[in-house]
């Protein structure tokens, strides 16, 4: 697990390590400094300009300049900003830097430097630049030279990753003691390059009893997946009924119960259309299918398979059909089981939100963007920019988990902290994939996961799976069925 702070996180734990825990801040600043030259290493250093701002992000600057000067590198400095507004710790480092003789230069001289380093603003960015800061900002963009930004590239928003105004476009970005929710949403993710956290001395004592809201997965938390029992049968592993496709669209239900089935589930039972009964037999053997027919709707079949599974999955394929709407009202009024909503049965509960008035608070709701706008008559821009909120406010008002889908996948049930995904890449936008996430998912809550961990571990699972396909394959020509085939380099 690793966290996300935003900038009045990290500021408190700054505070808290310096006032309280009595590290000076000078030490912290040499660390950091220490920490930059480090990833330095593969840029070409011939010759340096460093940009500092006023602020403690440019103090970092100074004090980088000064180290690489004392190994005889070739350095400049560019200040920009408000003499009289330098904090103390910058007009210090400034002082030092100096007196150890490194140069200032008073503007850019294209086509001198091999690398640039950004120590312009970092987490104490508190409103969108102009006038010279952007003039800057936009010289060394089209500047064809490696740049590293310290702490944040100047510009983005710590917070969001919004780009404020303009914002540095990194090959690098070296963030200090955590990683920031700004550096890994989009824009600012892509301005970011690679971030790399460094330990600069700030430790997980400094949120006291306060701790970040927003965190994301690593390879460790893997470990939540449930071990498999040796004393087991394959009713142990969950029960999954998929309720899923239409006629002429049978691939979102095979997508969906393979993913379970790789996922490690021992029962799957399709709820099809009767045109789809033979390809889904022919393509995955393994699942029970019940099909119906138009008008055929009534009757004790959906009860028992209703009453059947120890999760559903409604939705994906299913389109908007009347026959559509009835099942899903019918399993939202009856099942007491966790439910996995995606894709049609999402768009039918847009048009129909009264529908959720029997929800048993275990339903875990997957839309992309599109199916959010239609959901809130927002437009997708306003989600797209403010993800987590628009995520935890639907959570919380509707009482279920979110998963809002995207670059960055957001997972929330509104009121405690808040997952975002960093796994997975540009290859999964293709048609199918969600399917196969709602397979994973169902997978994770079919073996006992409670609902909130299932669609975390699930999107984190999804991600990885996707990244070991297009490691194999390549992100362009990536299919649904290359990320379902991956599931199990992942989950071993
Ligand atoms: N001891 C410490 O406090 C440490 C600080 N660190 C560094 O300090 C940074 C935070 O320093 P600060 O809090 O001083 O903040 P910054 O250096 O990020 O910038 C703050 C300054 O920029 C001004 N400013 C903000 N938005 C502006 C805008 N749009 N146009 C013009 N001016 C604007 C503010 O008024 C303030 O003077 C971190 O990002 C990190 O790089 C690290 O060295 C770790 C230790
Ligand atoms: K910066």
Same mark, same amino acid.
């Given at each position: 697990m690793e966290y996300l702070l935003n900038s009045e996180e990290m500021k408190r734990c700054d505070l808290t390590t310096i006032e %309280? #825990?009595?590290?000076p801040s000078m030490v912290l600043m040499e660390r950091a400094a220490l920490s930059v030259i480090e990833e330095?290493?593969?840029?070409?250093?011939t010759k340096v300009l460093i940009v500092c701002g006023s602020g403690n992000n440019g103090a970092d600057g100074y004090a980088v300049a000064r180290l690489l000067h004392l190994q005889k590198i070739a350095v400049d400095i560019l200040f920009i900003g408000n003499e009289q507004k330098r904090s103390p710790e910058n007009n210090q480092q400034k002082k030092i830097a100096e007196y150890y003789g490194v140069k200032s230069v008073k503007d850019i001289e294209i086509n001198q430097y091999t690398t640039i380093i950004d120590a312009?603003? $970092? &987490?104490?960015?508190?409103r969108p630049l102009s006038g010279k800061y952007a003039e800057v900002i936009t010289k060394i963009n089209q500047m064809n030279v490696e740049v590293l930004s310290v702490d944040?590239?100047?510009? #983005?928003?710590?917070? @969001? $990753? %919004?780009v404020m105004g303009c914002g540095i476009k990194a090959t690098k970005t070296v963030t200090f003691a955590f990683n920031k929710v700004g550096l890994v949403l989009y824009p600012g993710a892509a301005y970011a390059g690679m971030v790399k956290v460094k330990d600069i001395? &700030?430790?997980?004592?400094?949120f006291e009893e306060e701790f970040p809201k927003v965190y994301s997965y690593t390879i460790?938390?893997?470990?939540? #997946?449930p071990k498999r029992n040796?004393?087991? @049968?394959?009713?142990t592993y969950g029960k999954i009924l998929v309720i899923a496709g239409s006629k002429n669209m049978s691939g979102a239900a095979y997508f969906s119960a393979k993913a379970a089935y790789r996922m490690g589930v021992g029962l799957v039972r399709i709820v099809t259309p009767e045109e789809n009964r033979q390809i889904i037999q022919s393509l995955l053997p393994e699942a029970i299918v019940t099909t119906y027919q138009k008008?055929?709707?009534?009757?004790d079949w959906l009860m028992d398979a209703i009453n059947w599974a120890s999760v559903i999955v409604i939705g994906p394929?299913?389109?908007?059909s009347e026959e559509a709407h009835y099942l899903l009202s019918k399993v939202l009024s009856i099942s007491e089981v966790p439910l996995v909503i995606d894709a049609d049965a999402i768009n039918i509960l847009a048009k129909?939100?009264?529908? =959720?008035?029997? @929800? %048993?608070?275990n339903i875990i709701l997957t839309p992309h963007i599109g199916e959010m706008s239609r959901l809130t008559d927002k437009p997708i821009s306003e989600i797209a920019e403010n993800i987590i909120e628009v995520a935890e406010r639907f959570a919380k008002e509707k009482k279920l988990t979110c998963?809002?889908?995207?670059?960055r996948t957001i997972v929330t049930e509104g009121n405690r902290g808040t997952y975002v995904n960093t796994s997975g890449n540009?290859?999964?936008?293709?048609? $199918?994939t969600g399917d196969v996430l709602t397979g994973v998912i169902a997978g994770l809550l079919g073996q006992g996961l409670s609902v909130v961990e299932a669609a975390r571990l699930g999107v984190y699972i999804h991600g990885l799976a996707g990244d070991a396909a297009a490691a194999k394959?390549?992100?362009?020509?990536? =299919?649904a069925d290359d990320v379902c085939e991956a599931i199990n380099d992942v989950v071993k």
């Amino acid at each position: 697990m690793e966290y996300l702070l935003n900038s009045e996180e990290m500021k408190r734990c700054d505070l808290t390590t310096i006032e %309280k #825990i009595g590290m000076p801040s000078m030490v912290l600043m040499e660390r950091a400094a220490l920490s930059v030259i480090e990833e330095l290493a593969s840029f070409d250093l011939t010759k340096v300009l460093i940009v500092c701002g006023s602020g403690n992000n440019g103090a970092d600057g100074y004090a980088v300049a000064r180290l690489l000067h004392l190994q005889k590198i070739a350095v400049d400095i560019l200040f920009i900003g408000n003499e009289q507004k330098r904090s103390p710790e910058n007009n210090q480092q400034k002082k030092i830097a100096e007196y150890y003789g490194v140069k200032s230069v008073k503007d850019i001289e294209i086509n001198q430097y091999t690398t640039i380093i950004d120590a312009l603003f $970092g &987490i104490g960015l508190s409103r969108p630049l102009s006038g010279k800061y952007a003039e800057v900002i936009t010289k060394i963009n089209q500047m064809n030279v490696e740049v590293l930004s310290v702490d944040v590239p100047s510009g #983005i928003s710590a917070d @969001n $990753g %919004k780009v404020m105004g303009c914002g540095i476009k990194a090959t690098k970005t070296v963030t200090f003691a955590f990683n920031k929710v700004g550096l890994v949403l989009y824009p600012g993710a892509a301005y970011a390059g690679m971030v790399k956290v460094k330990d600069i001395g &700030i430790t997980e004592a400094g949120f006291e009893e306060e701790f970040p809201k927003v965190y994301s997965y690593t390879i460790e938390d893997l470990a939540k #997946i449930p071990k498999r029992n040796p004393y087991s @049968n394959k009713g142990t592993y969950g029960k999954i009924l998929v309720i899923a496709g239409s006629k002429n669209m049978s691939g979102a239900a095979y997508f969906s119960a393979k993913a379970a089935y790789r996922m490690g589930v021992g029962l799957v039972r399709i709820v099809t259309p009767e045109e789809n009964r033979q390809i889904i037999q022919s393509l995955l053997p393994e699942a029970i299918v019940t099909t119906y027919q138009k008008k055929q709707l009534d009757g004790d079949w959906l009860m028992d398979a209703i009453n059947w599974a120890s999760v559903i999955v409604i939705g994906p394929g299913m389109g908007g059909s009347e026959e559509a709407h009835y099942l899903l009202s019918k399993v939202l009024s009856i099942s007491e089981v966790p439910l996995v909503i995606d894709a049609d049965a999402i768009n039918i509960l847009a048009k129909e939100p009264g529908l =959720l008035q029997h @929800n %048993k608070q275990n339903i875990i709701l997957t839309p992309h963007i599109g199916e959010m706008s239609r959901l809130t008559d927002k437009p997708i821009s306003e989600i797209a920019e403010n993800i987590i909120e628009v995520a935890e406010r639907f959570a919380k008002e509707k009482k279920l988990t979110c998963v809002l889908k995207d670059a960055r996948t957001i997972v929330t049930e509104g009121n405690r902290g808040t997952y975002v995904n960093t796994s997975g890449n540009d290859g999964m936008a293709t048609g $199918g994939t969600g399917d196969v996430l709602t397979g994973v998912i169902a997978g994770l809550l079919g073996q006992g996961l409670s609902v909130v961990e299932a669609a975390r571990l699930g999107v984190y699972i999804h991600g990885l799976a996707g990244d070991a396909a297009a490691a194999k394959k390549g992100a362009y020509g990536l =299919l649904a069925d290359d990320v379902c085939e991956a599931i199990n380099d992942v989950v071993k």
